[in-house]
T-cell receptor, first 116, second 110 residues
Framework: NAGVMQNPRHLVRRRGQEARLRCSPM?????VYWYRQLPEEGLKFMVY????????ESGMPKERFSAEFPKEGPSILRIQQVVRGDSAAYFC??????????????FGEGSRLTVL | RKEVEQDPGPFNVPEGATVAFNCTYS??????FFWYRQDCRKEPKLLMS???SGNEDGRFTAQLNRASQYISLLIRDSKLSDSATYLC???????????FGIGTKLQVIP
């Protein structure tokens, strides 16, 4: 039973390029979360999605960032025109249908973005 | 005020010591609470849930104080392998908005 799969694990981009980060949730999980973690800082919530729906994007910067979770395929976090400040680890987490143990998230190994 | 607040530490303790972390949350509607562990440059992993009555898992004990809105994690007989960052998590229910604290860094010293 594969866990949450994220790719790429490491991504290097030059300023102005686009970054696409992918996340395949655990089998049977329909809830996906994206978090950003800067060095020596905590996890910052970005967006929460269910299949084909963005439920909460209150943590997403207003510009350049977008996320989707299509009916088929992985969830994608897209960062356009990257800047150096976007360099961070981006973690995806998934959870099954809401239940009594809400808050139990299963994390992928993260995608580390470096902007040169 | 942050939704979930933790002392970032670091806490440097000798092997065998007992160490406790506290975490406060601001949203009184928070319904469920967890402790996660994150090793350096790794993903967070669930350590344990926190129940109102308190719960224990081996050397780890978690407590919840709803009146004061804080949760705690106690680690007894610290091992070198306990060195990590411990993240406090509160879930404010509804659509499962899960908020992480900044984490408390623990370093167990030989």
């Amino acid at each position: 039973n594969a866990g949450v799969m994220q790719n790429p694990r490491h991504l290097v981009r030059r300023r102005g390029q686009e970054a696409r980060l992918r996340c395949s949730p655990m089998k049977g999980h329909s809830h996906v979360y994206w978090y950003r973690q800067l060095p020596e800082e905590g996890l910052k919530f970005m967006v929460y999605l269910q299949k084909e729906n963005i439920i909460d994007e209150s943590g997403m910067p207003k510009e350049r960032f977008s996320a989707e979770f299509p009916k088929e395929g992985p969830s994608i976090l897209r960062i356009q025109q990257v800047v150096r400040g976007d360099s961070a680890a981006y973690f995806c987490a998934s959870s099954p249908l809401a239940g009594p143990n809400t808050g139990e998230l299963f994390f992928g190994e993260g995608s580390r973005l470096t902007v040169l | 005020r942050k939704e979930v607040e933790q002392d970032p530490g670091p806490f440097n303790v000798p092997e065998g010591a007992t160490v406790a972390f506290n975490c406060t949350y601001s949203n009184s509607a928070s319904q469920s609470f967890f402790w996660y562990r994150q090793d350096c440059r790794k993903e967070p992993k669930l350590l344990m849930s926190v129940y109102s009555s308190g719960n224990e898992d081996g050397r780890f004990t978690a407590q919840l104080n709803r009146a004061s809105q804080y949760i705690s994690l106690l680690i007894r007989d610290s091992k070198l392998s306990d060195s990590a960052t411990y993240l406090c998590v509160a879930n404010s229910g509804g659509y499962q908005k899960v908020t992480f604290g900044i984490g408390t860094k623990l370093q167990v010293i030989p």
